[in-house]
């Protein structure tokens, strides 16, 4: 028998309703005033004395995408009296003591719906100061830099938990612009710079004869494709997870001129989550994405993965001359001759190679590294991607057909040694 809910004579159920509404739309559902005034009346009609029908009665008011429905079950089960939503309030205003290996793993939409559910709840003020009297040291701010500037500049390896929150969502609103390429097919245009003989003669017979007017044509333009090869071994591991979420922003903005967006991941072996990362919910995305992938954290195997790519995608993904991304630090111990074979050849293949290495974070990186000199030859454009101004820099750099990064400096480097 299903269990039922107790509810109270004098009960607020409408506007604990609204309340829930307001939750849903703080953590990033489209929920309005008009869905709010159908719920209620939803479920007036079909009562509230089973939990699954009350959910599945808000569920069909408030839902309108399959990819929402993981927030909407979190904010549900902690806002419809969860046992353990009290602690999870008060976990924000209060010290807690947590061991890495009792911690479980967060669902997709969890994070979000707590902070939904908590939004309104202010931090306690700091304590007073011990010793009376004491001068109070002012600090100068007229040369500091802004909350978002120092955000932007901080490495994502030494963001805290709050930061690394703000960061995804900064890195969201980041968009990677694109020109569009001339192709050598030509459509009709009156002011095209190539002259259409056939339509101008085929205009001229039905018209006795006479050429009256010269038709024209232009080059058709296409838009090209970005593939990401990102690494996700142990040492790229705070870095993939925020180069994830800006490749998910990628694959997801609307309005951008790339023609399609294909994702890979590897480490010890070639994982495709392309398709994964199309979900609009970014944590479901990333969610199914670490299924996916089985080798997160692990070892690295640039020289076989980026082989395996040649072999199996290349082809399929890179056909109409691809911008590609390879996002990994070049720390690997396979065959450098290998790597550097499978680079060439990977770089033959798309129309630019765009390196992107945390490492570059360090002031004085050289190429010392067996991966790092066996990629740096077969690369277009070698640049940093530790924190958000490095992948503001890179959205730039696309634009620019001689845009080499770092490049020239380190081959000039691997030269005089």
């Not at 709010?36 to 009346?41: E, L, P, R, S």
């Not at 009792?102 to 011990?130: H, Q």
């Not at 003669?201 to 080059?219: F, H, P, S, Y």
């Not at 058709?220 to 690494?231: E, G, I, K, M, N």
């Amino acid at each position: 028998m299903r269990p039922k809910i107790a509810v109270s004579e004098h009960g607020r159920l409408a506007a604990n309703i609204l309340y829930f509404a307001r939750a849903l739309r703080a953590a990033g559902l489209p929920v309005g005033s008009g869905r709010v005034i159908d719920a209620v009346n939803a479920v007036a009609v079909s009562g509230f004395e089973y939990r699954t029908d009350f959910y599945h009665t808000l569920a069909a008011c408030f839902l309108s995408r399959p990819e929402q429905r993981a927030v909407f079950d979190q904010c549900f089960h902690m806002f419809w009296r969860d046992p353990q939503i009290l602690e999870k309030m008060m976990s924000l205003l209060l010290p807690e003591l947590r061991s890495a290996g009792f911690e479980r793993e967060k669902k997709a939409g969890e994070e979000r719906a707590a902070e939904a559910l908590t939004a309104g709840i202010d931090a306690p003020p700091p304590p007073p100061r011990d010793e009376a009297g004491q001068e109070e040291i002012e600090f100068d701010a007229e040369l500091t830099f802004s909350a978002q500037e120092t955000l932007k500049s901080r490495d994502f390896e030494l963001m805290t938990s709050a930061e690394a929150a703000e960061a995804k969502r900064a890195i969201a609103a980041l968009r990677l612009p694109v020109r569009p390429i001339a192709s050598r097919r030509t459509i009709a245009n009156a002011h095209g710079l190539f002259a259409d003989w056939r339509r101008t003669m085929r205009t001229a017979m039905r018209q006795g004869g006479d050429v009256r007017e010269l038709a024209r044509r232009k080059r058709r333009q296409r838009w090209p494709v970005l593939v990401a090869l990102c690494d996700i071994s142990g040492s790229m591991a705070a870095y993939s997870r925020m180069m994830l979420h800006f490749l998910h922003a990628a694959a997801n903005a609307d309005g951008v001129g790339w023609s399609a967006v294909h994702v890979f991941t590897f480490g010890t072996q070639l994982t495709n989550i392309s398709r994964h990362l199309r979900h609009r919910d970014a944590d479901e995305a990333l969610m199914r994405a670490g299924t996916e992938a089985r080798d997160w954290e692990g070892g690295t195997r640039i020289g076989a993965c980026l082989e395996d790519f040649n072999k199996r995608w290349s082809r399929r993904v890179l056909g109409q001359g691809g911008v590609v991304l390879l996002i990994t630090d070049g720390l690997d111990r396979d065959d450098p001759d290998r790597l550097a074979r499978e680079a060439e050849r990977l770089q033959l293949s798309c129309r630019k190679l765009i390196w992107l290495n945390p490492l570059l974070r360090w002031e004085g990186f050289e190429a010392k590294a067996q991966g790092v000199k066996a990629l740096l030859p077969h690369v277009d454009s070698f640049r940093a991607a530790h924190n958000i101004q490095s992948l503001e820099t890179l959205a730039s750099a696309l634009t620019r057909a001689d845009d080499r990064g770092e490049k020239a400096r380190l081959m000039a480097g691997l030269r005089a040694g």
